[in-house]
């Protein structure tokens, strides 16, 4: 990727920042962010290191890496506090552990009258090498949020989050090219979370999901958001 192509990513990330502000930042012109994005022209190295500052990211990065912009499948990239709420959640290791995880959540929440669950995952990192290696299988972790007033059979652990705030990334048709699109968001929304000096929070700091992902129809098509917890 060139490096205009980075700049405007870069730019597109801080918080949505236009080429006037850019410019403003820098003591230059709008005109001169402008060419620099369509690589017409190039700044000075004081310029290049005042950007790197600014953006909080290396020179090879700025002026040699690949740096995804938002565009194509991903949307709406933002910071989003999640109110407070209560799940069940069930965990499991196997070839498909996705789809496992999610119909037994899904099985349970109609069993409580409830046909269209809100449904969460998230990978589920305790699986050994040989499981991962000779058997192929990993882990992952579904949670259904529950509704108020809700009841639940008798022996079900009933977990509660409070209000957090979650860096949020929107993909549509995710598993149009599931390997690519998804690890691409998640990259790109670290990507943003660096530019915009926001830092992960480990769920052991604080009693939260500190990453999970929400799918879900809209209009004939399938979303999905993808929330990492932030300080």
Request: hydrophobic fraction near 35%; charged fraction near 25%.
């Amino acid at each position: 990727m060139s490096f205009g192509k980075n700049l405007q990513f870069l730019r597109r990330m801080h918080n949505g920042m236009t080429q006037e502000e850019l410019a403003e930042k820098m003591d230059v012109s709008r005109q001169a962010i402008s060419r620099w994005e369509l690589d017409e022209t190039y700044p000075e190295m004081g310029k290049v290191l005042e950007l790197c500052r600014f953006f909080s990211c290396s020179m090879d990065e700025l002026v040699r890496g690949d740096m995804l912009a938002c565009d194509g499948p991903y949307s709406n990239i933002r910071t989003e506090s999640v109110p407070p709420f209560s799940y069940v959640q069930y965990a499991v290791v196997s070839a498909d552990p996705e789809s496992d995880a999610i119909t037994r959540m899904e099985r349970l929440a109609r069993a409580q009258g409830v046909d269209k669950p809100e449904i969460i995952g998230w990978d589920f990192p305790f699986v050994s090498q040989e499981q991962v290696n000779v058997f192929h299988m990993h882990g992952y972790a579904a949670a259904w949020i529950l509704p108020e007033g809700v009841g639940l059979p008798e022996g079900l652990a009933v977990h509660r989050q409070e209000c957090q705030k979650y860096a949020v990334i929107t993909i549509c048709s995710p598993f149009n090219d599931p390997f690519r699109t998804i690890p691409n968001a998640y990259k790109t929304l670290m990507a943003y979370m660096q530019v915009n000096g926001m830092a992960h929070l480990d769920e052991k700091e604080k009693n939260i999901i500190g990453c999970y992902e929400k799918e879900y129809e809209r209009d004939g098509e399938t979303y999905m958001d993808i929330y990492i917890a932030v300080k």
